[in-house]
């Protein structure tokens, strides 16, 4: 079975910082291409950042320069550092884990940014 278990999300002042953190579970993690996504109130959920297997990075051009996703396959975990925060940062963030047509979601964690 598997399982995504996000943590590390809370409230920061504008222009602070967060470090997210997704350990998975019942997968491959190191052939297992892993993202985050985040869904704000009223809004649809959108890529944020995705890392491959190869740690190839990818990011949404709102957060290019200011987030940062990375992995530890020893660990079983992906992680997201978030860097000079905005309001329009706050959402549940979500770790997804893509292993072919199969894609697995976690749990969420809320990431609140006060202005």
């Known amino acids: 079975q598997v399982q995504l278990v996000e943590s590390g999300g809370g409230l920061v002042q504008a222009g602070g910082s967060l470090r997210l953190s997704c350990a998975a579970s019942?997968?491959?993690?190191?052939?297992?291409?892993m993202l985050w996504y985040r869904q704000a109130p009223g809004k649809q959920r959108e890529l944020v950042a995705s890392?491959?297997?190869?740690?190839?990075?990818a990011y949404a051009d709102s957060v290019k320069g200011r987030f940062t996703v990375s992995r530890d396959n020893a660990k079983s975990t992906q992680y997201l550092q978030m860097n000079s925060l905005k309001p329009e940062d706050t959402a549940v963030y979500y770790c997804?884990?893509?292993?072919?047509?199969?894609?697995?979601w976690g749990q969420g964690t809320q990431v609140t940014v006060s202005s």
């Open positions: 890392i491959s297997s190869g740690d190839s990075t």
């Open positions: 997804s884990a893509r292993s072919g047509i199969r894609s697995y």
């Open positions: 019942g997968i491959t993690f190191r052939f297992t291409a």
